[in-house]
């Protein structure tokens, strides 16, 4: 059974205090819900994060990390590292993570595979830019990036992956992709899945959509039959709008 997940990315904002004053206003509104609740505060946050909701619900998740357990690699982080102060799931494939860092399928490939070596949950995004939905070719941009990230992984392997279509020209706009657009790619996916891995694996991946969802479009989006939640971006910041979002289900 596929599981619905509402993840909050919190990208490079909140410091310390802010990160605390927002925890505390999330355990607030935080009630019984119908989906897994993620949030992901910055890196130097996230054992404070991870302590603060340890007897909650909210699951602490990691934006981001290196393929390397260790080394040589200034400014990175390891899943190792990542699992030491209790983060078990990462994003992995952030759209601003390929476009301002370079980060290709193939780094993504080798990210996926470390995480997995170290027993995370993955969330992996991809989306087609705006230029390629214009053109018509958004399909196959993102067969692509599934396909050149994930596929050389086992079926089992697949217990552990949570896909996020974000369309980049939907990230931070305010333009979000209507429920049929994104029914129509999330629908597309799951054949993709079908097609390479068969129905279980097809049937149980859950698929979020991300791209400046908020409380007025979460419900009519999460209706539709392939969206299994959202990666929420901005309006993950503000507790209210994030708990109108997940209530949404
Ligand atoms: C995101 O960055 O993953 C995202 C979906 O952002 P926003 O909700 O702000 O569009």
Same mark, same amino acid.
């Given at each position: ?14 410091? &310390?205090?802010?990160?605390? =004053?927002?925890?505390? /206003?999330?355990?607030?509104?935080? @009630?019984? +819900? !119908? ?94 830019? &705006?230029?390629?939905?214009? =053109?018509?070719?958004? /399909?196959?941009?993102?067969?692509? @990036?599934? +396909? !050149? ?101």
């Amino acid at each position: 059974m596929r599981r619905n997940i509402v993840a909050g990315n919190w990208k490079m904002n909140n410091d &310390l205090s802010q990160t605390e =004053a927002l925890i505390t /206003e999330l355990k607030k509104q935080n @009630q019984t +819900s !119908n989906c897994e609740i993620m949030i992901a505060p910055t890196h130097t946050n996230l054992w404070h994060a991870f302590e603060a909701l340890r007897l909650s619900d909210i699951e602490v998740i990691a934006q981001n990390m290196h393929y390397e357990d260790n080394g040589a690699f200034t400014g990175e982080i390891s899943a190792p590292m990542l699992n030491s102060v209790g983060v078990t799931t990462v994003i992995l494939g952030h759209s601003e993570r390929r476009a301002y860092f370079k980060e290709t399928d193939a780094v993504l490939a080798k990210k996926v595979d470390a995480a997995l070596r170290h027993n995370m949950r993955v969330i992996f995004c991809f989306g087609e830019e &705006l230029d390629d939905r214009k =053109a018509g070719r958004q /399909e196959s941009v993102v067969k692509d @990036q599934i +396909s !050149n990230g994930l596929f050389h992984l086992t079926e089992q392997a697949w217990n552990n992956i949570v896909l996020a279509y974000e369309p980049v020209w939907a990230i931070g706009t305010g333009e979000t992709a209507s429920p049929e657009q994104a029914q129509e790619m999330h629908q597309f996916i799951r054949q993709v899945l079908t097609e390479q891995y068969g129905n279980r694996v097809g049937d149980a991946t859950s698929i979020l959509y991300g791209g400046s969802v908020k409380p007025s479009n979460a419900a009519e989006l999460f209706a539709k039959n392939d969206v299994d939640g959202g990666l929420i971006g901005g309006a993950s910041l503000k507790a209210e709008d994030f708990f109108a979002i997940v209530n949404a289900f």
